[in-house]
């Protein structure tokens, strides 16, 4: 294992616990059915290129992300194969471009539609087959989709610019609302609501990939593994069923770590405050570590004095508030130095906190501790896939 760099602060991600989770999840599901990995909001915050590239080496079939801007991003990146993004405003300036580059755009809502329709007719001639796109329906999450009330006027003017060779219906998709809480009743409701929605399109002669199932919903329910399934939160690690998902679920492997350095230590009195509003006094005469990383990084303010690291070989508690740039420990009478490593957290291995506790000491969900993670923090790519073999993942612990 090769040396920890000192740095102020950087996020380690084990490509290889990507492409493990990849794995492990498409496990589940049959062969016949594809597996879309999610790496909207730069890869729930682990980098969205370099988790692409895991994924896509692990046997992802295609790539989803939210927004036009992230589906550019990658193609502009060098990344190949199938893009898929489904949140934007029918003005977006960006539409045509990401048009032009293939991608697989999210259809939401008869605007939506007009708006590619636009886009298409402006295509040259020699770009035949339309405008790939998914059929994004609202089956009870109540967000983006189209809903059941207005989803057959939406599926006539979907078919009329099928017919004009303006768009190709390639997938019709969904979005479960509680698939992490077991035996939840809005699960067969929506699946419901999906199929007949689909029917509704059959009998108009379209027909796509149906894809309606989450990381949760693959795990747990696998009547709704349809043609394909999406991966986000498992991608990373993370179990969106906090362990309460049946025996055949994987074991997933938290993929990012967070660390910094130790900045300045000092001795200080009983009694002595930290931080603003000193929320904190010290009970006896002790050594303060200074971690220099704050709420800019992406540290939840709601962390103060709830949060732990691990510094000095032990877990200890933030002290006071955390304040934009930095936050304190207390480490009592134990040695530490500037320069000591600190985990924030990881995959707990080395006695560190999981993001999982942090968002649970947090009143959060671990989905919001990693994606949170600022720019200012610099990203570090460990167990990158070579022809052969993974380099380990060093440098941590």
Known sequence: MSA????????????????????????????RVRVM?????????HGAVAVAEAAQHAGADMLGVATLGEALDLHRAGIGGRIACWLWVPADTDLAATVAAGVEIGISSREHLAAVRRVAALRPSSRGGGVAVHLKLDSGLGRNGVGPAEFSAFAAAVLEAQRAGEIRVVGVMSHLASADVPGDDSVGEQQRTFEAAVRELAQLGISADRHLANTAGTISHPELHHDMVRIGIGLYGFDPLGGAGPPAAPALRPAMTLRASVALTKRVPAGHGVSYGLT???????????IPLGYADGIPRAASGRAEVLVAGRRRRIAGRVAMDQFVVDCGDDPVAVGDEVL?????GHGEPTATEWATACGTIDYEIVTRIGARVPRRWVGRQTDRTAQPAEGIG
Do not use: M, S, W
């Not at 904190?280 to 200074?290: C, I, K, N, P």
């Not at 924030?344 to 707990?348: I, K, N, S, T, V």
């Open 4 to 31: 920890v760099p000192t740095v102020r602060c950087e996020a380690v991600v084990d490509l290889a616990a990507i492409r493990h989770n990849l794995r492990a999840v498409r496990g589940l599901v049959p062969a």
């Open 37 to 45: 990995a999610v790496v909207k909001a730069d890869g729930y915050g």
């Open 280 to 290: 904190y006094r010290t009970g006896q005469e002790t050594t303060l570590a200074l």
């Open 344 to 348: 924030l957290f990881g995959p707990g």
